[in-house]
């Protein structure tokens, strides 16, 4: 039986990035994202960027997730539980959400990279 270990921090830092830099790409890029008009996405998309990939690659827990980065058990629930496909519509002009938005971009991007073996 394969033993699955945890990521080391400078493996984390480095696919959190990558899911933030696709997470961009996925929203259309910075030019589109200045048309959001909404400047705390980049904050919120670093954030939820972590959130995934400490959740998916160094199998942390919620409350392990929220000590680590200093942010609630909550957000680490909502962003992590982010209904991706909400998002996507979302993304596409339906205005209606009641999903982490950011945690969803994150969730779309770690799997695509995923999906092209990038992570």
Known sequence: ??????????????????????GIELIGGLKRLMEYRNLTWLPSLA??????????????TYSEISKEL?????????IAN??????????????????HIAGGIAKLAYRELKREGLI
């Open 1 to 22: 039986m394969e033993v699955i270990k945890p990521r080391k921090t400078k493996d984390i830092d480095k696919m959190a990035e990558k899911v933030f830099l696709k």
């Open 47 to 60: 954030e939820a960027s972590y959130v995934v990939v400490l959740r998916n690659e160094a199998m942390k």
């Open 70 to 78: 200093g942010i609630t058990e909550q957000t680490v629930k909502n």
């Open 82 to 99: 982010a209904d991706e496909k909400e998002v996507e519509r979302y993304l596409e002009g339906d205005s209606e959400i009641k999903s």
